[in-house]
């Protein structure tokens, strides 16, 4: 009996077996035919597809290997190779019953090796007409597509241009229709600032002949980008926004806020914050900036222009920046290892920015040039500042007065510069202290290490009335004709050279018998 038993299950095992075969059998071509006919005419290109596999355990599992979808024909005849889409692997489950009807429901779809190839802009142009419809029709429905590993690249057909190349760590798309945007939730890979992007929104619908115009829109969040990949610079950015527009042309307004930002030339974090508004170009990676309002600790200033991609080499940057009213010591807190800062006050200023790509340090690369205004100015060594102050008493014709510790004078200052390789170059530098004007130029670098500048005092009474040595003015009533001026006053070359730490002032001797001797030569 129960021999009879066992031989009748075997028989009917194996009826089942040989049934689930025919169904699978049957199943792997319709279904292979109605994913290439739906994603056909959905995309309008060719469609490749290497294999599918079908299980029945727990349901009806599908899977395919090698997926590649391709632009429209006409984009193809216009120097399009590479596949519009391209998947190593994917995966879903359907009910048994679904199989036998059009279209196809789908609840969810996991992908694995997803890549985008957007055609360059100026290939789809170039395409003598818009895609033949195929006269395929939807026979596949998917509620959500689940993405891992994806990559999107943007292509461009200039030379010096790099594609954009997104590293999309996981992709989320629902409602997933064939007219309707879709929605998404992704989490992207940002290589430099090193950091993590989480984006949800909406995408589309998916423009067929031309794939860089399919509308885009969401909130961004920007989260520990590690500005320490770009050399030079130190910090930790967060980043939150909201974007709008078309995959190749999105219109960006967001903040960030960076604790910790920092040069190198003086490692010293400074807080910073920024509210931008800008436009990036998807197909060439270009970014314009118009404007970022920042606030670089207590200083605020705005900048504009743009950020361009130079192919293999990174970036050039140009700014133009303009401070309205500032404090310079954070300025040179965030750029000189001077510490404390050499002078404070209020600076005013206007500059541009030029930053050329290469793997340099920033501090290296960066080129600066403009001009400023500084106010209410004191010098934090306190050696510097009485010599300051004493000048101006004794310029004034008070002599007596000009004693260590005496009250800072009320001064400003006005000028041009230019920032290369690590050293500020001024120009035109005129100095106002009471009973005095200093015209210098001269270089001072970011380290602190090097002071070099030479120029001239112009005072209000001549010299011998500036000490108060009976003897010592008679002295210098006599070398007066050297240093007075007809009109009244002195004019006395100086130098500032030396070390953050010890600057030495003088008088330029040199200078002085320089001029003097041309001054004979043309007599």
Not at 65 to 70: E, G, K, P, Q, V
């Amino acid at each position: 009996m129960w021999t009879s038993v066992v031989i009748v299950l075997v028989v009917v095992l194996a009826a089942l077996g040989i049934a689930v075969a025919v169904i699978i059998g049957r199943a792997r071509p319709i279904l292979k035919a109605r994913i290439t006919e739906t994603l056909s005419a959905r995309f309008g290109g060719r469609v490749e597809l290497d294999s599918v596999d079908v299980s029945l355990l727990d349901g009806v599992g599908v899977s395919g290997d090698r997926l590649r979808i391709y632009p429209p024909e006409s984009v193809v005849a216009a120097g399009s190779s590479q596949p519009l889409i391209a998947l190593q692997h994917f995966s879903f489950r359907a009910g048994l019953i679904g199989l036998l009807f059009e279209p196809t429901h789908v609840r969810s779809v996991r992908v694995q090796g997803l890549q985008i190839n957007i055609p360059p802009r100026e290939v789809r142009r170039q395409a003598p007409e818009k895609p033949k419809k195929t006269g395929g029709k939807i026979k596949i429905l998917v509620d959500e597509i689940t993405c891992d590993q994806s990559r999107l690249i943007i292509g461009t057909a200039k030379p010096d241009k790099d594609p954009k190349d997104f590293e999309l760590k996981h992709i989320k798309l629902r409602n997933v229709g064939p007219n309707a945007p879709w929605r998404y939730d992704a989490a992207i890979t940002n290589a430099i600032p090193r950091g993590e992007i989480h984006a949800d929104g909406f995408f589309g619908p998916w423009e067929t002949d031309s794939p860089g115009d399919s509308s885009l829109s969401g909130h961004y969040n920007f989260d520990h980008a590690d500005l320490n990949t770009i050399r030079g610079i130190g910090g930790i950015l967060s980043s939150v926004g909201d974007f709008k527009g078309q995959l190749d042309r999105i219109v960006v307004d967001g903040t960030t806020e960076t604790p910790d930002f920092s040069l190198d030339s003086a490692s010293r974090p400074l807080p910073l914050h920024t509210r931008f508004h800008a436009v990036v170009d998807g197909i060439t990676g270009d970014t314009y900036l118009d404007p970022v309002e920042a606030k670089l600790q207590n200083s605020q200033f705005t900048t504009r222009g743009s950020v361009i991609n130079v192919k293999g080499r990174g970036h050039t940057i140009e700014l133009d920046v303009d401070v309205p009213q500032g404090q310079i010591q954070d300025f040179l807190d965030l750029a000189v290892k001077t510490e404390p800062a050499v002078l404070t006050g209020i600076v005013s200023s206007k500059a541009k920015l030029h930053i050329p790509p290469g793997k340099e340090r920033v501090v290296e690369k960066l080129g600066l040039q403009g001009n400023f205004t500084l106010q209410n100015l004191h010098f934090t060594n306190p050696q510097v500042q009485d010599k300051v102050d004493m000048m101006s008493l004794r310029a004034q014709g008070k002599p007596k007065e000009a004693r260590p510790g005496a009250k800072d004078v009320s001064s400003h200052m006005n000028g041009t510069f230019s920032l290369n390789g690590g050293v500020i170059r001024i120009g035109n530098l005129t100095y106002i202290l009471p009973g005095a004007q200093v015209n210098l130029e001269g270089i001072y670098s970011l380290s602190g290490q090097q002071f070099d500048f030479h120029g001239k005092v112009r005072t209000e009474v001549p010299l011998s009335k500036m000490v108060d040595s009976p003897w010592l003015s008679f002295l210098l009533k006599v070398t007066s004709p050297l240093f007075d001026k007809k009109s009244g006053g002195a004019e006395i070359p100086v130098k500032i050279s030396g070390t953050k730490s010890e600057p030495k002032f003088g008088l330029d001797v040199l200078k002085r018998h320089s001029k003097s001797a041309s001054a004979g030569q043309e007599r």
